[in-house]
């Protein structure tokens, strides 16, 4: 009979470097300066916003996006889907936009805890549709496309060139709808 015991199992570990002091000296100066000046309270801001927006994607005011929600292609399944692109779309155009990394984690942080709140049942499915949007998110080539037939995936419709085309445009409009709240939040910059 084989022995499956541990006492040949080896573990290995990377050596855990010191804390640098410097570094936290520097976070604690950064959110010190942010907060004072205001950027961490407009950070939290922008987030509830782009949350309230997810919850009610009528209060979005943006003539293209009206346009291309009063498609005849729209119902309940569809409409969640459209929240989770969303919901996508702010995260990762927040981080690339907000070139402080204090102030995009802020506010995503700020409208995932209004998700949580308020619909934690949908903030859980944001994990899962997550999963594919970053895949076409990380192949750095034709994400817009990607992202449109990811999103026709998620939507049952995976060979419609149609909702593939739909998910595409409606990615570009949230990505920009998202580019603007963060232009009128107004962050003062050093």
Known sequence: ????????????????????????????????????N???????SL??????????VNSIDDADFKELMSSDLIDEKILYQVR???TFAAESTVHRSL?????STTAVNAMYDCLIEHD??????TTDAFTFYYVAFRK????????????????????DEE????????????CRVVESEIEKSDFISD
């Open 99 to 103: 070139s402080t990394p204090l102030l």
């Open 120 to 125: 934690r049942p949908f903030y859980l499915d």
């Open 1 to 36: 009979m084989t022995d499956f015991g541990d006492r040949d199992v080896k573990i290995f570990s990377k050596k855990v470097a010191e804390d640098d002091p410097e570094s936290f000296i520097r976070l604690a100066e950064d959110t010190a300066h942010h907060r004072n």
């Open 140 to 159: 750095h080539d034709r994400i817009v496309e990607r992202i449109g037939r990811r999103f026709a995936m998620l939507c049952g419709k995976e060979g």
């Open 84 to 86: 989770l692109l969303l």
């Open 38 to 44: 205001g950027n961490i309270a407009k950070a939290v």
């Open 47 to 56: 987030g509830e916003k782009i949350a309230g927006m997810i919850f009610d």
């Open 163 to 174: 909702f593939r085309r739909f998910g595409s445009g409606l990615y570009m409009i949230l």
